[in-house]
């Protein structure tokens, strides 16, 4: 048996145990990959009319289900790419159509390359002048450099695979279809525990927040990059946590920070990592916030703050899985997945000229859209019990209610600022109510014309009155500044983006003075133990 023979049979095997069509297109592509190595493919079946190519299968470009449909000639010219696999076996990007070639190429991948396609013959008895018919279909390729040759061993290759893909599919979809109930109960169990251990953190009883469970737990353990959307404090990094616990990387590092936190002329360095002497002050090498999420998560706050440079760098590392530390000389594979956020428009961005296109594409191969609270039917109230409860059990106090009136009232309000603002705001209310059991309509709107005036949240009791005899100005203000910071650690739970908040300093200025006076063992630690609800 030759080495391709053999290939192909064990490639054959490993799609004879896909027990779902996801798994069967999964394998398939990745076989596919293994004969033609390239930075995206998709593959396109003809549809029954033989009028038209589908989408059937993608990596590493745009998700399946939206990929265009391409015509085949009978109502519309088909890209020229498209006519010549009518014609022969292969194709590949030429001078005389390249800009036919460009735009193919970038509807189909949004990114630098150049097109190759192959013809996938449903039937090895079809010559190659018998074009594009039902049950025929295309690979294209998106690569770096055209290969010299191999075109014919390739197609001969690839049309036996999609064989094998074409008679398995059927047998595949069967397979579903006589899914026991018990297999099906089985699921919506797992389901269920899932969703509960979702709602653990990402609280809220309304269909939105359902959607959002689910989503999340669907995409968890595919290994695409993620983009959140949502406007400021609706939990975007919350969730973030939620897709690396339930992915197959949980045991490994998840690593958040906020691209707007951290200043232009240190970004490079803190993405990437740099080696001892690569600049004034290197003293010694330090990894990267992508080193450090090898074979975990990286997640990105705020991505669209990244500089255009940045943005670059960043791509080439997503599409190579390879990483350059400043002052290096050599190359480090990497392995991680990259989760992202953002609160602004990025397609609006890349239609500005701001944000990469390709890069986007990279980023947003699954998105997730987080509901604002005003969307979330119900949760207002339900989220205002929730909070009050973890209140009560911080302060060790007796959990408050609202009066039918005031709570009738709080649901009025839009909270623009989203669950982070409902925290801060039902925090004004207990601390207005003190000793009384009941938050009334009076307190209710004293606490939203506090916030409307913008005043300092009432989250951090002053120090005592210094004491001269304790030392110097220097050491008495010291003391001071560490009091108010372990009291503010205490009262939130460590939970670094609402201490910043209410102390209104830089993330990373916190996190210096809470290492100085080693109130917690540095940012990592608050950044794994913090608790945000939603």
């Known amino acids: 048996m030759s080495a391709a023979a053999g290939d192909m049979t064990e490639t054959g095997l490993r799609m004879m145990r896909a027990r779902s069509e996801s798994q069967l297109r999964f394998r398939f592509v990745e076989a596919v990959l293994e004969i033609q190595p390239a930075n995206g493919v998709a593959i396109y079946a003809v549809d029954a009319s033989g009028r038209a190519l589908n989408p059937l299968a993608s990596e590493n470009t745009f998700p399946t289900d939206r990929l265009p449909p391409f015509p085949l000639g009978f109502d519309k010219r088909p890209p020229a790419a498209i006519a010549a696999l009518q014609r022969q076996s292969a194709y590949r990007h030429g001078q005389t159509t390249f800009n036919d070639d460009e735009a193919l190429r970038n509807r189909l991948f949004g990114a630098n390359g150049r097109l190759l396609a192959f013809r996938l013959a449903a039937s090895q008895t079809e010559d190659a002048g018998s074009g594009l018919r039902p049950g ?99 939990g975007k990094e919350l969730a973030a946590r939620a897709l690396h616990r339930l992915s197959p990387r949980k045991a490994k590092a998840f690593v958040a920070e906020n691209c707007a936190a951290i200043p232009e002329s240190l970004m490079e360095s803190e993405l990437f990592g740099y080696e001892k002497g ?8 330090r990894a990267g916030l992508i080193k450090k999420a090898d ?44 989760i992202t956020a953002t609160h602004r428009d990025l397609r609006a961005a890349v239609g500005e000229g701001t ?3 390709d890069l986007y594409h990279r980023i947003a191969q699954l998105a997730i859209k987080l509901p604002p609270l005003r969307d979330r039917e119900g949760d207002i109230a339900y989220l205002a019990q929730y909070f009050l409860a973890e209140i ?61 005036a913008g005043a300092a949240p009432a989250t951090v009791e002053p120090p005592d009155d210094a004491n001269v005899d304790q030392g110097g100005l220097r050491e008495m203000v010291g003391k001071a500044e560490a009091d108010i910071l372990a009291r503010c650690f205490r009262r939130f739970h460590g939970n670094q983006a609402d201490m910043a908040q209410a102390l209104d300093v830089p993330r990373r200025t916190l996190s210096r003075k809470l290492a100085r006076y080693g109130i917690c063992a540095g940012d990592e630690r608050i950044t794994e133990t913090h608790r945000e609800e939603v």
């Open 392 to 452: 009560a059990a911080r302060e060790d106090e007796p959990v408050k209610a609202f009066t039918d009136e005031a709570m009738a009232e709080l649901q009025t309000h839009s909270f623009p600022g989203n669950v982070r603002e409902l925290q801060n705001f039902l925090l004004r209310c207990v601390l207005l109510a003190r000793d009384e059991a009941e938050i009334s309509l009076a307190q209710v709107r004293e606490a939203h014309a506090s916030l409307l």
């Open 355 to 357: 944000f990469r296109a």
């Open 278 to 285: 690569a600049f004034t002050g290197a003293e010694k090498a």
């Open 295 to 338: 074979g975990g998560t990286l997640f990105l706050d705020e991505i669209g703050d990244l500089p255009p440079a940045l943005q670059a760098k960043l791509l080439r590392v997503l599409q190579e899985r390879k990483l350059r530390p400043l002052g290096a000389d050599t190359e480090h594979d990497v392995d991680f997945r990259l």
């Open 136 to 234: 025929n279909g295309v690979a294209f390729f998106n690569v770096g450099i055209l290969p010299d040759n191999g075109f014919a061993e390739n197609a001969n290759v690839l049309s036996h695979l999609f064989q094998t893909f074409v008679a398995l599919h059927p047998l595949v979809e069967a397979f579903e279809q006589r899914a026991s109930d018990q297999t099906r109960k089985n699921a919506e169990e797992g389901w269920k525990r899932i969703d509960d251990a979702l709602s653990e953190r990402l609280v809220g009883q309304s269909p939105q927040m359902g959607k959002l469970r689910s989503q999340i737990a669907r995409c968890a353990g595919r290994d695409y990059a993620v983009l959140l959307e949502g406007e400021t404090g609706t």
